[in-house]
């Protein structure tokens, strides 16, 4: 793809330009589209597995493609859960990956929850600090919402405050509704699309419990109060399938056998 994988412009920007808000906000939702169309609108459902920045390829004219289906599963329509080992990326992965039992399409939904996070900050959600503490943006994020404070101070700090405050708010309620604890509680792709389209409307979300550990023991976390670079590197699957994200008033389609 032109323009490589999404991590390597929201994450990386050794040789990129910063992504403004109004981009940021159209590739979160092309992937939610994609991932829609893939979960709601194909013949079997698609649970793609392993949903983060990397697997978010980018054309011309930044118009998203989801990517890599290796470790994808199909779900006939008869069915609603499939019994699989754990795969995915640490960090995106949702916790009934964790406790064994069979998954939904509500994996996808957290991981892609967990990466809207990272579409905010322009960072990756945990890394550590030179003194071995743990930095977690999401538990940051959450209880920012949850208090109802200045969502701007989650904002990534190369963009200058410069976002829409309606959209970055969407953005944070669908984040924080995506990575609930319990499946049942998060938003369907189909639902979250309808958000970010501003259809519907995201009422104010609960602190998942996961994340309200750390609230109540902030001890053990270092929040997100300058930036920081990463020093990993980012690697384009140029070899990956693709899924564009469907929608009849952008030029982004999806192609997926359905």
């Known amino acids: ?15 990129s330009k910063t992504l403004d808000w109004k981009t940021r ?51 006939d329509r008869d069915f609603s ?12 992965l949702a916790p009934e990956w964790i406790s064994g039992v069979a998954i939904t399409a509500k994996a996808d939904v957290y991981s892609y929850g967990m990466m809207l996070f990272e579409f905010v900050s322009g960072r ?11 930095r977690f943006f999401p538990t940051w994020a959450a209880s920012k919402i949850a208090e109802g404070g ?3 101070d989650l904002l990534d700090p190369n963009l200058e405050a410069n976002a829409d405050a309606e959209e970055l708010t969407e953005i944070c309620r669908v984040a924080c ?16 699309v309808q958000i970010l389209e501003g259809v519907l409307d995201a009422n104010l979300p609960p602190i998942p419990r996961a ?14 109060t300058e930036s920081s670079s990463s020093n990993q590197s980012s690697q384009t699957k140029s070899n990956a399938s693709t899924a564009s994200s ?13």
């Not at 793809?1 to 040789?15: C, F, I, Q, V």
């Not at 991932?35 to 390829?57: G, M, Q, T, V």
């Not at 550590?128 to 503490?133: F, K």
């Not at 309200?212 to 001890?219: G, I």
Request: aromatic fraction near 8%.
């Open 150 to 152: 200045d969502l701007l």
């Open 211 to 224: 994340l309200q550990l750390f609230v109540d023991n902030p001890e053990h976390v270092v929040f997100f």
């Open 124 to 134: 990756r959600n945990s890394e550590l600090s030179d003194n071995g503490a743990i």
């Open 25 to 75: 906000y159209q590739i979160a939702l092309g992937a939610a589209r994609g991932l829609a169309y893939l979960h709601e609108k194909c013949r079997d459902c698609i649970i793609h597995c392993d949903i983060k920045p990397e697997n978010i390829l980018l054309d011309a004219e930044f118009c998203p493609k989801v990517a890599d289906f290796g470790l994808a599963k199909l779900v």
């Open 81 to 92: 859960r499939v019994l699989t080992t754990m795969r995915g990326t640490r960090g995106y």
């Open 177 to 192: 509704w995506c990575v609930q604890d319990d499946e049942t509680r998060r938003p369907s792709m189909g639902q979250v």
């Open 246 to 258: 469907q929608n009849q008033n952008s030029s982004s389609s999806t192609k997926s056998r359905s």
């Open 1 to 15: 793809m032109p323009n490589g994988s999404l991590d390597y412009h929201l994450l990386y920007r050794k040789d």
